[in-house]
């Protein structure tokens, strides 16, 4: 995350929130100065029951919010600077003019600041890979097809 100019006026670590298909995930902590450094891979895995067409699936993560928080550890609960939300489809599966390279799409998005948040807004610099693999139900466990 990049904000030129920007000094953070309380010294608390800081980490990435990140909220996608119904599962909460956070980075390790890193200090209070810009650029922040989040060298991290995040796994998330959802089993969708029930949806056979990939179109089907396609309107059911339109329908879904990813949320990425900039949370500052200030007592005492902590402080969100920045957010930035997507619909889960767009998230995941970008339009190829928002992404650049051969492997793992990087992109890069301007956070919402908060109110509380003095400066530019943030700029995350992030990369998704999906894997979507399709299963059988038979007598009542799942098997890889």
Known sequence: ITCPGVQLKD??????????????????????????????????????????????LVKLLEFDTAVLELIQLVPPVGQVLATYEENTRDFLFPDPKLTH????????VLMKRSPSFTGIAPKLRFSTTCLISDSLLILGRSHIQ
């Open 11 to 56: 010294k608390q670590e800081l980490y990435l929130s990140v909220f996608v298909l119904g599962q909460y995930q956070k980075t390790e902590c890193v200090p209070a100065a810009f650029p922040l450094f989040f060298q991290e891979r995040l796994l998330f895995e959802k089993e969708f029951a029930n949806i056979v067409d990939p179109g089907d």
């Open 101 to 108: 390279g051969l492997r793992g799409l990087q992109r890069e």
